[in-house]
């Protein structure tokens, strides 16, 4: 099976980190990376940022997660010049993250995980 | 209802729930946050205390108090779902000595804060079924056990565990243990239904 | 039209000052308070806090969002006990709050709000 | 295409930019977040920067210099999708020097990254009403200002304006206002078709 890991990208730096904090809490050896706000830590969302997020990341396979739609086109160009295989899923932000590192935490594999974020689709 | 025999309900129950407190954290580390046996000795340690300090009358004082601090103390869904089954307990304590009927509004208190029903892995899989069984007279250390023991084999729907799916079976609900621990003290305390 | 304000409850204090961070950008002027964590800001909700967040906020109509179950219950002990007329929304925690914000900054009313947010619907 | 009038365009956007950043950020905080200005320029400003410092030789180059700037200075939804036409501009003109075509392939790399179609109150209403004007030939500063002001009439359902539903209605997209200056100076620049 491949190795799972979650990519958080937030537009505040610290909604980012206290996501990670949350998520920390029931996936302790999940790999978790994130993003949150510009390159200034201003709000927003950065390209170079996410770009690290992907790379640092130890999972094959990455989930990502962001706030609000302009997160979703920088996501979007990071994914088309990464190597690794990323699903990125229109959901939730805080609510789905949480579920999939509870559910990678528990080894559940990635079809699991994405029934159980199924309903939490609302972009 | 003997208030001392109330209070000493309490104080067996604190020193369960600090005598296990890794455990009960261990079991939410499976399927939930990990912080159970952690919310559950920070707010019986509380209870404590208060009850020290103010050195309630009355039965229902008793509960109320314990209510209240588990609510405002506590930090997890534990908090405010323990503290409803007390402050509801408190109340129906007030006008009742039944045992039966405290517990039983204790229930619905837990009920009508979680939106939970038997069989969702929580702590009522252990209250309804203890609750049944004094109703039937046959209430038992046994009967407690084996109501917890049954939560392995539940797939959580309610609580942190809910985020598990099908993944949450095969464990003991944390809760639940810790409401275990709450019915084999009162039994221990010699609290009944007469 | 009744004065609506918005009370946000996560179980991290950086998400929830995050989130008013996020919030204040596209509603300056709109009432919010929030909770976060514990009273000893850890992770967790705290009834305190909440109460508190209710009584400061200058609102007389309440719009309460959280992020995971167990701050609803909190919140809703604290609904049964405050003066305040309070609606809770078991939405899309950051998304549904974001726009809450920006509707009533716009002027919109509780309706046009819970339109809005009735598709964020996932707890 | 002629790179120098290329060059010349940038810095004319550039400067249109700085000039009316205020105004582009007052257009965003009635129906976003107040900040289209400020990215617009600051990444603009580094675009020239990056021009200087390079000194691309062909209009692919600079297309693609300026695009992936913006890409990464921005930090709002304009970035990826000025960034994005810039850069989809840059492939196309690897293979052609038609205005039209260029720009066509722009507006296709926006529709890709933002998912959106016309009339959705974004940018694409004033990118694709001017290349249809570019095709009939009757490109204009007043079909430019005309697709820029009939944005005020669009409900979003795109960007941040779209969580506002009916409330966007009655306001100037910002970015169809700041892409009314790139053709603007589009223009100015003697950036033409042929
Ligand atoms: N909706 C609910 N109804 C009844 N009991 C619940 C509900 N949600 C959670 N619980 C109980 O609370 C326990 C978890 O408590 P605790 O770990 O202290 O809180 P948290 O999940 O907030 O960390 C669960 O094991 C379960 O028994
Ligand atoms: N999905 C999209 N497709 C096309 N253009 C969009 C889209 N989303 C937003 N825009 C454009 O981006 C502009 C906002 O840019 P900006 O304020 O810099 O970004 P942000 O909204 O992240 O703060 C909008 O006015 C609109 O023209
Ligand atoms: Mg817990
Ligand atoms: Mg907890
Ligand atoms: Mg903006
Ligand atoms: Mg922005």
Excluded: C
Excluded at chain 2, 26 to 38: Q, S, T, W
Aim: hydrophobic fraction near 45%.
């Amino acid at each position: 099976m491949t190795k799972l890991g979650v990519v958080v990208v937030s537009h505040v730096p610290e909604i980012a980190a206290g996501v990670v904090k949350l998520m920390r809490e029931v996936a302790k050896d999940v790999a978790i990376t994130f993003s949150g706000g510009t390159d200034e830590n201003e709000i927003g969302t950065s390209f170079e940022k996410i770009q690290a997020a992907f790379e640092e990341n130890e999972g094959e396979t990455i989930l990502a997660f962001y706030d609000l739609g302009s997160a979703k086109m920088n996501l979007e160009m990071v994914m088309e010049l990464t190597e690794k295989e990323v699903r990125l899923y229109d959901t939730a932000f805080i609510e789905s993250s949480y579920t999939a590192v509870a559910l990678i935490q528990a080894g559940a594999d990635l079809a699991a995980i994405e029934e159980q974020l199924a309903p939490l689709k609302i972009k | 209802m003997n208030v001392e025999a109330v209070k000493k309900w309490m104080i067996l129950f604190t020193e369960k729930v600090n005598q296990n407190k890794a455990y009960l954290s261990e079991l939410d580390r499976a399927i939930g946050d990990g912080d159970h046996g952690m919310n559950m000795a920070r707010g019986t340690t509380e209870v404590m205390a208060a009850l020290e300090a103010k050195n309630p009358a009355t039965v229902a004082d008793v509960f109320k108090l314990t209510g209240m601090t588990l609510v405002s103390k506590v930090g997890g869904a534990s908090g405010p779902l323990y503290g409803s089954a007390f402050i509801s307990m408190a109340k129906e304590a007030g006008t009742t000595d039944s045992l039966l009927a405290i517990l039983q509004a204790g229930l619905n208190g837990i009920e009508k804060r979680g939106q939970a029903v038997p069989g969702e892995k929580t702590m009522i899989d252990t209250w309804q079924p203890v609750i049944k069984a004094l109703a039937a007279g046959n209430l038992s250390e046994q009967t407690i056990a084996d109501a917890v023991a049954h939560t392995k084999e539940i797939k959580a729907t309610k609580g942190r565990a809910s985020y598990l799916g099908e993944r949450s079976i095969g464990h003991l609900d944390p809760g639940a243990v810790s409401s275990g621990y709450l019915f084999e003290t009162m039994l221990e305390a010699g609290v009944t239904n007469d």
